[in-house]
């Protein structure tokens, strides 16, 4: 038997993986609510912030979390690039263009990193990776209690920026009615570009929050991009909130499948809610009616 | 079918098959022999993907299944590797209709489709490296016992010619589908679903068929895979890449076209082995030039390689045309 300690310890684990889930989720989603694409290439663009986090540590003893600051807007213009230049262009607006033009780029990316890099896998240490914060009779790890603060901050910063700016309200008008935002004078492939590059940027913080705690390989990408797709798809594709949502509660099916079925079985369970809510309700739980 | 539709298939066949007389190196032929494979199971794919337009992120799901499939059966139930083949591909097509009444029925189309594709996939893969049944991570080795009789010959060439002969038989099977009554529904519902209910084409029965028949040739390559290499595990036989590799070949080489998924497999293929040639041993190159290869030819080349053809070609007729026309007007 389980004790009800170590399961709810699993449980406040998993919420915690489940915020850096819900920050990837959430360039994913707004990528996905705005230009109405599914992004394959995030996987690896994920992969390049965190070779961006780890050569900063490495070769420039710079600390992970600090990293992000310089990170986020390096991420934003790589993404702004790859849609002006590279996917817009290539796709000629077609949805099954994009899935693959994001397809080829993410095999592209993925594979010179393993040119310059190799397959080996790296980690980064810091003081306060192995730390943990006691909560009562819970012991809680330090740099996962910072990942689910810092998720929600920046959960709200986006929603600010979208509600309360003007490029957010731009932004809006092109995920309603890109026609007619053209017609009001709107630069639409502007806004697209800078969507995805908000989506990258997204990346770069939790890129700067797992590395205190997790490895990376040229091929890690592929591990968080169907969990984020998940969460996408759980939490209503284009909803900011249905993403967070979506990534804690992701987070802790994981840490509890992992828990009672064992670490090779841990993700199933995540798939198959994947699959379940897209053969019964591929809207999600936040999205609006299709 | 008529007699214009078979002589192609035919010639390029038997050119093919005379390849092993004028090259023996090993080396070459394993590369034709797994480049046949890859070609085989694209085939597949652009059975339910070119003609149904329903993009599957996920056969990995069928290739797999045919692969383990044929490798349990002979080393849990001694069963014979031949008839480990049609089992193979039968539960190929049992797998991909299941998977189609599920997604068809809840109406996935388009990006919905290719990512519960892939989650199917993914599912297999896990539950397949999980599971002792299939030799869990370890894989699963089928016993070296050199005899016609049990789909392993001594000769590579050999085997070159049976995959061969089934990439042909699944190259007339792509023709009949094309000229047929199905494949014109499939088609229909490829380019607008909606109008061609309304025509009264039973729209998930035809998307049925086609991922029944994908699923079943996809799961065929996957026993041949297996029954080359005599290896395999979950990574190999479910992983990811089996899937992408499934699905550039015929978008690379011209998607919903009979020849396509087997143009550009040689391409891709050939490319990579160029690219490892020159760049020699930087890892990852040749799939570098897979993915620029693919940007490359959603972004300048929409039907792929034969599709840049026609239109060369067509470009071609045109100008003759025009001079014909510009000659008549000289002689008015």
Redesign the interface.
């Known amino acids: 038997m389980y004790s009800p300690q170590i399961i709810l310890e699993a449980a406040l684990n998993g919420l915690m993986t489940g915020a850096v889930y819900a920050l990837i989720a959430l360039g994913l989603t707004l990528i996905y609510g705005v230009l109405h694409i599914i992004n394959f290439a995030h996987g690896a663009l994920l992969t390049c912030a965190m070779f961006g986090v780890w050569i900063a540590w490495a070769w420039l003893g710079m600390d992970p979390y600090l990293v992000i600051l310089p990170l986020v807007p390096l991420m934003f213009a790589l993404g702004y690039g790859l849609q002006r230049f590279v996917i817009g262009p290539a796709s000629h607006g077609d949805d099954g263009n994009i899935l693959l033009v994001t397809l080829g780029l993410s095999i592209v990316l993925e594979n010179v990193l393993l040119a310059l890099f190799q397959s080996d896998t790296r980690t980064l240490d810091t003081d306060y990776s192995f730390q943990v914060v006691a909560l009562g009779p819970l012991l809680l790890s330090y740099p996962r209690v910072i990942g689910l603060g810092v998720a929600v901050v920046v959960t709200g910063l986006l929603w600010l920026v979208l509600n309360r700016t003007d490029t957010g309200k731009a932004i809006r008008a092109v995920a309603k009615e890109k026609l007619g935002a053209n017609l009001v004078g709107i630069d639409v492939p502007h806004v697209y570009a800078v969507t995805f590059g908000m989506g990258c940027a997204c990346l770069a913080v939790a890129a700067g929050l797992l590395m205190p705690t997790f490895y990376v390989n040229p091929r890690i990408g592929g591990a968080f991009v169907l969990v984020a797709f998940t969460v996408v798809v759980l939490g209503g594709m284009g909803s900011l909130p249905g993403a967070l949502l979506g990534g804690l509660f992701i987070g802790v099916v994981e840490s509890l499948c992992g828990l009672f079925l064992g670490d090779s079985l841990g993700q199933i369970g995540i798939f198959l809610i994947f699959i379940a809510v897209l053969l019964v309700r591929p809207t999600g739980l936040f999205g609006a009616k299709a | 079918m008529t007699a214009r539709d078979l002589i192609p298939i035919a010639v390029l066949t038997i050119l093919a098959a005379l390849l092993p007389l004028v090259v023996t190196s090993s080396p070459v032929l394993n590369f034709l022999v797994f480049m046949l494979i890859v070609a085989l199971g694209a085939q597949g794919w652009n059975i339910l993907g070119g003609f149904g337009g329903q993009?599957s992120?996920g056969h990995a799901a069928f290739f797999g299944t045919g692969a383990y499939v044929t490798a349990i059966l002979q080393l849990r139930y001694g069963v014979n590797a031949w008839a480990g083949l049609v089992l193979a591909t039968g539960a190929g097509a049992v797998v991909g209709w299941s998977i189609g009444y599920?997604?068809f029925r809840?109406?996935?189309r388009?990006?919905?489709f290719?990512?519960?594709t892939?989650?199917?996939a993914?599912?297999f893969r896990?539950?397949a490296?999980?599971a002792s049944f299939t030799g869990g991570?370890a894989g699963l080795l089928i016993k070296l016992d050199v005899s016609p009789a049990n789909l392993q010959f001594a000769d590579r060439a050999v085997f070159y010619w049976l995959v061969l002969a089934l990439v042909a038989a699944v190259l007339l099977l792509t023709r009949w589908i094309q000229r047929s009554r199905f494949g014109a529904q499939l088609v229909a519902v490829r380019e607008n679903e909606d109008a061609a209910k309304a025509l009264g084409v039973d729209s998930l029965a035809v998307k049925l068929r086609a991922i029944a028949l994908s699923g079943a040739v996809t799961a065929l390559s996957g026993c041949l895979y297996a029954q080359y290499f005599l290896y395999i595990d979950a990574n190999i036989a479910y992983g990811?890449w089996i899937s992408?590799e499934l699905l550039l070949a015929p978008?690379i080489g011209g998607v919903g076209t009979v020849f396509g998924p087997v143009v550009g497999a040689l391409t891709l293929h050939g490319l990579g082995e160029v690219a490892k040639q020159f760049a020699g041993r930087?890892?990852?190159?040749d799939?570098?030039v897979?993915?620029?290869?693919?940007?490359l030819a959603?972004?300048f080349a929409?039907g792929g390689i034969l599709g840049l053809l026609e239109r060369l070609r067509d470009r071609g007729r045109g100008m003759v045309a025009r001079g014909t026309k510009e000659v008549s007007h000289a002689g008015r």
């Open positions: 993009f992120f599920l997604s809840s109406g996935l388009g990006s919905y290719a990512l519960v892939l989650a199917f993914e599912v896990i539950l490296n999980a991570a990811s992408v978008i930087i890892p990852g190159i799939l570098i897979f993915g620029g290869v693919l940007v959603v972004a929409r």
